[in-house]
């Protein structure tokens, strides 16, 4: 890949962003300026205090954006990681995969993802596999395992 299609990922990411409405409280996709205010205006204490104008509106959106910001890179840059990953070892998008299940204290599931795996089984490119499983063997020496 290229360096403009390694930054898209990250800036597509980010674009989602311009998208962001907020909820406030009412779930789905958020609510528009004019939602917001039939909200907020057909409730007497929001009203009276003011809260129920396009500012106050503004102010969610962009504390919720910021928010969404810092989600949007944080999910772009590990997409970019496993890019990196699958375009330097040779690996495809299920071999870089790796995510497990696990049962929560009400019985419900949750399944939990890391950034990305590699098995040097998959990095077919012989030197690469080297260099990666010295570079293993390295690292726990280094923590002593």
């Not at 944080?74 to 990681?81: D, N, Q, Y």
């Amino acid at each position: 890949m290229s360096d403009e299609t390694y930054l898209s990922i990250i800036i597509d990411r980010i674009r989602v962003c311009k998208r962001y409405k907020p909820r406030f409280g009412q779930g789905g996709s958020g609510l528009s300026l004019a939602e917001f205010q039939t909200l907020y205006s057909s409730d007497i204490f929001y009203s009276w205090f003011g809260l129920d104008t396009p500012m106050i509106y503004a102010a969610h959106r962009a504390a919720g954006g910021i928010t969404s910001v810092y989600r949007q890179i944080g999910i772009g840059c590990e997409e970019l990681f496993r890019h990196v990953l699958m375009d330097q070892l040779g690996l495809s998008a299920e071999q870089v995969k790796w995510s497990y299940t696990v049962q929560r204290r009400d019985g419900s599931k949750r399944t939990l993802s890391l950034d990305a795996r590699i098995a040097l089984d998959d990095i077919v490119v012989v030197d690469r596999r080297n260099y990666i499983n010295e570079w293993l063997q390295q690292a726990a020496m280094t923590i002593g395992v």
